[in-house]
């Protein structure tokens, strides 16, 4: 099946000044999502701009799909100029999403801003089991309060500024939660998407604790299927990426080995 096809807008929600949450109804035929993976939407009918702009899956409706995005740039501005009834050209699914905990396994599903947008279907996915902590600048950066209360086990939030949940930031809630719930957590495995210092102090400290964890990183993407190596990281060198090896490990491609890595496997620069 084509990874190609066509969706039409059916809501684009505002969800403060700045973020948007945008439904919409497949088209065409599509495959099936996998929690972390992504989609390359088209948001012009010329060449201006030229790119397309990569969206997490929010989670799957019965009318089709989600995706939230945050207004930053010309694209997205346009996205979300958008009306209900245009149709807009899409990629996807793309990427390897996030592996589902194994039998005996307790996910905490970590979130940081607008990183809620990769995690929520992963969360929809494993009801009722997921310890999930949400950490944000201030109340109005944090979205979907009263559906993540009622999917998951225990809903954690956080803000810089106090406004919402603790003052306090995602790393010092997983201390809390891993404190609070020591037997039901001894196979606790990890998974997140925020922003990039908050992953790697998420890898340092899961990775002390000898704790599992998968991060999904937020990278620019040009193709999103992996031939222009726009959107590499650098990675320890496991023998399966094909570019570009050198003493410190090698890079693999956002878009293609990830979005979503095994934290350990991460080289942070």
């Not at 949400?134 to 939030?157: H, P, Q, W």
Request: hydrophobic share 40%.
């Amino acid at each position: 099946m084509s990874r190609a096809f066509r969706a039409e807008i059916r809501e684009n929600l505002p969800l403060n000044r700045n973020h948007k949450l945008l439904t919409l109804a497949p088209l065409d035929p599509m495959s099936e999502p996998q929690p972390g993976q992504f989609y390359m939407v088209e948001v012009h009918e010329g060449f201006d701009p030229l790119l397309k702009r990569a969206f997490s899956l929010f989670r799957r409706t019965p009318q089709g799909m989600q995706l939230m995005y945050r207004l930053q740039g010309r694209g997205t501005a346009i996205l979300g100029n958008m009306r209900p009834g245009s149709v807009i050209n899409m990629l996807g699914p793309l990427g390897r999403g996030y592996p589902l905990p194994a039998a005996g396994e307790t996910p905490i599903i970590i979130a940081g801003g607008i990183g809620i947008a990769s995690v929520f279907s992963l969360i929809e996915t494993v009801p009722a089991r997921a310890h999930v902590i949400y950490g944000a600048r201030t109340r109005d950066d944090l979205f979907m309060l009263n559906e993540l209360k009622e999917i998951s086990k225990g809903l954690s939030v956080c803000t810089d500024d106090g406004t919402d949940g603790q003052q306090a930031n995602v790393l010092q809630m997983l201390d809390q939660v891993l404190g609070a719930h020591p037997q039901e957590l001894a196979d606790a495995v990890v998974y997140a998407c925020g922003p990039r210092p908050m992953l790697r102090a998420l890898s340092v400290m899961t990775k002390a604790k000898d704790i599992k964890a998968y991060l999904s990183l937020e990278e620019h993407m040009a193709c999103g299927i992996g031939a222009c190596l726009g959107c590499v990281v650098r990675a320890k060198d496991t023998g399966t990426a094909a570019e570009d090896k050198d003493r410190q490990g090698t890079y693999q491609r956002v878009c293609k080995e990830g979005p979503v890595f095994d934290a350990d496997g991460i080289v942070w620069e």
